[in-house]
């Protein structure tokens, strides 16, 4: 089984900045894809930024320029590197992993617990 554990969020000024950190853990041999997705109050969970295994990374037109994706895939953690926060970036924010090979099975569709970022005006 895969778990994914978010850290980093918390609150902030509009104009700073935060890191997230999604770290999965279970025999994991590899990961495909992983993901940063959020989830507003009152809206829809939406794509933030994600990575696939030797690709190059792809963000929602609302955070390019301001956040970016990593992984290390050494330690099978992905960051997300939060500037330039603006109050519109308040969420909930998820990790997910798609493709996760451990030596057992292959794990699609695996959420975090989310983490919560406020961004004060």
């Known amino acids: 089984q895969v778990q994914l554990v978010e850290s980093g969020g918390g609150l902030v000024q509009a104009g700073g900045s935060l890191r997230l950190s999604c770290a999965a853990s279970?025999?994991?041999?590899?990961?495909?894809?992983i993901a940063w997705y959020r989830q507003a109050p009152g809206k829809q969970r939406e794509l933030v930024a994600r990575?696939?295994?030797?690709?190059?990374?792809n963000y929602a037109d609302s955070v390019k320029g301001r956040f970016t994706i990593s992984r290390d895939n050494s330690k099978n953690t992905v960051y997300l590197q939060m500037n330039s926060l603006k109050p519109e970036d308040t969420a909930v924010y998820y990790c997910?992993?798609?493709?996760?090979?451990?030596?057992?099975?292959?794990?699609?569709?695996?959420w975090g617990q989310g983490t919560q970022v406020t961004v004060s005006s």
């Open positions: 997910n992993a798609e493709g996760v090979v451990t030596s057992h099975f292959i794990y699609n569709d695996n």
């Open positions: 279970g025999s994991i041999l590899s990961i495909n894809v």
């Open positions: 990575i696939i295994s030797g690709g190059s990374p």
